[in-house]
C-alpha cells in the first residue's frame, strides 16, 4: 500500500535517512519535511530527499508523521 503523505520532523541524520528510504523505495506519492535548521531544509530538499520544505501546521495533513 503506497500512502499519499509523508511528513518528517527534524531533517537531519534520522530523519533525512527515513525520508530518503520513503523516496528510494517509493512508499509514497509525496514526502514533506520541516526542520528548524534552514540549512538541513535546503540541503534536504537540493538532495531530493523531501519534494517540499513545509510549515508544522501544515504536517497535521499527512498520512504518516515521522518525529526525528
Not at 527534524?10 to 512508499?27: R, T, V, Y
Amino acid at each position: 500500500m503506497k500512502l499519499q503523505s509523508v511528513g518528517t520532523v527534524g531533517l537531519g541524520l534520522m530523519g533525512g535517512s527515513f525520508a530518503k528510504a520513503i523516496k528510494k523505495n517509493d512508499l509514497a506519492f509525496k514526502v514533506y519535511g520541516y526542520d528548524h535548521n534552514n540549512t538541513h531544509q535546503e540541503e534536504a530538499l537540493s538532495i531530493g530527499f523531501v519534494d517540499k520544505i513545509v510549515s508544522i501546521d501544515e504536517l497535521k495533513q499527512v498520512d504518516l508523521l515521522i518525529l526525528s
